[in-house]
């Protein structure tokens, strides 16, 4: 539950929070436009975040990381994979479609745990969630059948892009589903360096064999900057921003302020990008994110005096 005591700095975060992470599509396109490939870009993103954590973690949490357990670290690292699977999707569906639509498919992640909780930790789940599940279908189907594919770099395969954002939104779920376990039992800073870790090794591993990791001596200094800049925003600020304020404001208040992401995203890149949404993309994500609602609003009428302890929700 919120904290009485509550002051604007955690809205601030909030705010700050918010801006970072919607800015992480334009990032990810401006470093595109520098011929940066996208599993390049995923992998500098985590491993330059783990590379700032490093000295913090190390001075405050070294006692923590050795008293870890080996099921529990076997955890992050699964936890981890996910996250780079995440990351590599969606950072790629970003070749292909709209930041519209690419922003709003994976912001879906939250439905898509609640559907998976009653399969892999036995929860059940309301009327108004399995409603809301059932309307962002309805949602993404519209949006995903638009035919148009914004300012992407290739116009050749809009559904791909559709997919892949759709796939990221499912592995950061999976995530997020371990996360709700380890998080009870560890602190977030230590969980995140390690699960961070293991999604650039995945990450940089999987670069290095598709071939992109061949592009990083002709890439400018214009794309390397690009790319950090999305470690640093999104990646860091965002998510640091987020845990600040649930640590003062409840989770189901967050994720409703969350739900605001693909709309700055979409505000983002008619400005920067000059990619205007489509009448449908608009009808679809407005059917999304309707069900975002829906579900949240289930989840704070759920909520219980004693939750679990609350994580960062989001990661783009």
């Known amino acids: 539950m919120a904290d009485k005591s509550v002051t604007w700095r955690p809205f601030a975060a909030l705010a700050i929070g918010l801006l970072a992470a919607s800015s992480s599509s334009i990032l990810i396109r401006f470093a595109q436009a520098e011929s940066a490939p996208s599993l390049l870009i995923a ?18 949490h070294s006692a923590e990381l050795r008293a870890l357990k080996v099921p529990q670290l076997g955890l992050m690292v699964i936890s981890g994979v996910f996250l780079a699977a995440h990351f590599g999707t969606w950072i790629t569906s970003l070749e292909y479609t709209s930041v519209l639509i690419s922003a709003t498919l994976v912001t879906t992640n939250p439905l898509i745990v609640a559907f998976l909780t009653p399969l892999l930790l036995r929860e059940r789940l309301s009327a108004q969630t399995l409603g809301a599940i059932f309307l962002a279908i309805i949602g993404g189907v519209i949006i995903s059948f638009s035919g148009d594919a914004g300012s992407a770099p290739r116009q050749d395969a809009p559904l791909l892009g559709a997919l892949l954002s759709f796939l990221g939104a499912v592995a950061v779920a999976v995530y997020y589903i371990i996360g709700r ?12 360096w390690i699960v961070y ?33 999305v470690a640093i925003f999104p990646q860091l600020i965002g998510h640091s921003s987020f845990n600040y304020a649930l640590g003062y404001l409840s989770a189901a208040f967050v994720s409703l302020v969350v739900l605001g992401e693909p709309i700055l995203s979409t505000i983002f890149a008619i400005f920067l990008l000059n990619e205007l949404p489509q009448p449908l993309q608009l009808v679809g994500s407005a059917v999304i994110l309707a069900a975002l609602f829906i579900a949240s609003r289930a989840e704070v009428r759920a909520m219980r005096p004693k939750a679990a302890p609350e994580q960062a929700l989001v990661v783009d």
Request: proline share 5%; charged share 10%; aromatic share 12%.
């Open 43 to 60: 992998a500098w993103r985590v491993t330059v975040a783990v590379l700032i954590l490093t000295p913090f973690v190390w001075a405050r």
């Open 181 to 192: 376990k380890l998080r009870a039992e560890l602190k977030a800073l230590p969980y995140i």
């Open 197 to 229: 870790g293991s999604a650039a090794i995945t990450l940089t591993a999987v670069t290095l064999i598709s071939g992109q990791g061949a592009a990083v001596p002709a890439l400018s200094a214009e794309a390397f900057f690009w790319m950090t800049l």
